[in-house]
């Protein structure tokens, strides 16, 4: 059974950087992060697919770059230039092989199994 857990979480004043760690147990199709921040709805992130096809929320596109170790069986998603905007629990889920680019960011419900998540704080 897959099992997923992220590290690397905290906080950090605007513009500073974050590295998140997702360790998989397991195998997997895609994965990807995906974010909820409080009275907002939960938003994907970044994907990684099995091909190694990454695709990003315009929201963090040009900052967060996501990543996979295969070695290690770790996905990554290294943070820059973070905003306020930025603070959530962030989450990695993975979900079956999808057949459409950047399907899980915008159906991020669709895992089937996601981490218990990592809070990431950006203060103003």
């Known amino acids: 059974q897959v099992q997923l857990v992220e590290s690397g979480g905290g906080s950090v004043q605007s513009g500073g950087s974050l590295t998140l760690s997702c360790a998989i147990s397991?195998?997997?199709?895609?994965m990807y992060w995906f974010r909820q921040a409080p009275r907002k709805e939960r938003e994907g992130v970044a994907s990684f697919d099995r091909d190694a096809v990454t695709t990003y929320a315009d929201s963090v596109k040009g900052r967060f770059t996501v990543s996979r170790d295969n070695h290690k069986n770790i996905l990554y998603l290294q943070m820059k230039d973070l905003k306020p905007e930025d603070t959530a629990i962030y989450y990695c889920?993975?979900?079956?092989?999808?057949?459409?680019?950047?399907?899980?960011?915008?159906?991020?419900?669709?895992?089937?199994?996601r981490g218990r998540g990592t809070q990431v704080t950006v203060s103003s």
């Open positions: 889920a993975t979900g079956g092989r999808s057949f459409s680019r950047g399907y899980y960011l915008r159906n991020v419900d669709d895992y089937t199994v």
């Open positions: 397991g195998y997997t199709f895609d």
